[in-house]
């Protein structure tokens, strides 16, 4: 993803000129919904959201949910089993 550029979201705005296609949810579930609506005003359609809550957005909308327990979960999981197969 080199070259990709990174903005926040209040920089939506500003930079109406660049063709922006996805943007990473990462705020507190209270504000999750308004953010993913504010991006898909400026034209974007596809979300990796980690906030802890579900969007509701329009079809035309691409939402991958990241729940960041279950990750740590499989995470350490794998650590803990690889580690006991070099144990054994």
Excluded at 34 to 43: M, V
Excluded at 44 to 72: C, K, Q, W
Excluded at 75 to 88: A, C, D, G, P, Q
Aim: hydrophobic content about 45%; charged content about 15%.
């Amino acid at each position: 993803m080199s070259g990709t550029k990174v903005f926040a979201m209040d920089e939506l705005a500003a930079n109406d000129h660049h063709e922006i296609v996805a943007a990473i949810l990462t705020v507190p579930a209270a504000h999750a919904q308004e953010a993913a609506e504010k991006a898909l005003a400026s034209g974007i359609r596809g979300f990796l959201n980690f906030s802890p809550t579900t969007l509701n957005l329009p079809e035309n909308a691409y939402v991958r949910h990241v729940d960041m327990t279950v990750e740590l979960q499989a995470l350490i999981y794998f650590l803990n089993h690889s580690m006991e197969t070099k144990n054994s």
